[in-house]
């Protein structure tokens, strides 16, 4: 079975600087996707990036970017830019490949902005 | 507008009660997904349908139930078995089949226990 890791219950950023969430995955499958989403206090749960395995160039979404590194079975998230809106729970989540059997998410990282 | 639409979305149960939470998706997606989120943790995955008439069982299926009668639509009932049935309960759905592509998700039912 996979597993997921966030080693970082809680993060505290300032407004405006850059921020790094961690997030390492346990499999023996070649073929997979890689997700981060957000839940902001309304719960809601919100696709902020994702990352199919295959490709080497790290997904980016505006301010959002991700270190993915396949071999030591890494993906953290790069947050540039901070804003009061980025506050919320981050999940990573991993999606198996060969078939629509659900994402097996991280315990999240509560992400803090300071103003 | 299209979307996944959870309700209600506060819902009380009685010691030995089944209640069922709805899930409906006008997205004509093909899966459909059911998590549970407790504090502090991540969703763990309860139950999943990839065609009508069909599901399967996720990590903590016991002491739920759920039906896939149309496409749009994947009930989650909480039965009286699931002792600890205080969570939040989040409704998915991706739109193929063969791969794991992303989730829609709904607003969620917060259920607690009277």
């Known amino acids: 079975a996979q597993t997921v890791t966030q080693s970082q219950p809680e993060m505290s950023v300032q407004e405006a600087e850059t921020v790094t969430l961690s997030c390492t995955y346990d499999?023996?499958?070649?073929?997979?996707?890689l997700f981060w989403y957000k839940q902001p206090p309304s719960r809601q749960m919100i696709l902020v990036i994702r990352?199919?395995?295959?490709?080497?160039q790290n997904a980016t979404e505006n301010r959002f970017s991700v270190n993915f590194q396949k071999a030591a079975k890494s993906f953290s998230l790069k947050i540039s830019d901070s804003q009061l809106g980025d506050a919320a729970m981050y999940f990573c989540?991993?999606?198996?490949?060969?078939?629509?059997?659900?994402?097996?998410f991280g315990k999240g990282t509560h992400l803090i902005i300071q103003p | 507008d299209g979307g996944i639409t959870q309700s209600p979305k506060y819902l009380f149960r009685k010691e030995g009660q089944n209640v069922t939470l709805s899930c409906e998706q006008n997205?004509?997606?093909?899966?459909m997904y059911w998590y549970r989120q407790d504090p502090g943790q991540g969703l763990r995955l309860i139950y999943y349908?990839?065609?009508?008439?069909?599901?399967q069982k996720g990590d903590i299926a016991e002491g739920y139930s759920v039906s896939r009668e149309k496409k749009e639509s994947f009930p989650l009932t909480v039965t009286s078995a699931q002792k600890n049935p205080t969570a939040f309960y989040l409704c998915?759905?991706?739109?193929?089949?063969?791969?794991?592509?992303?989730?829609?998700f709904g607003s969620g039912t917060q259920l607690s226990v009277l």
């Open positions: 990352q199919e395995a295959y490709k080497q």
């Open positions: 349908s990839q065609i009508v008439n069909d599901f």
């Open positions: 989540a991993y999606g198996s490949g060969g078939g629509a059997d659900g994402l097996t």
């Open positions: 998915a759905s991706s739109k193929g089949v063969a791969t794991n592509e992303k989730l829609f």
């Open positions: 997205l004509n997606h093909d899966a």
């Open positions: 499999t023996s499958e070649s073929d997979y996707y």
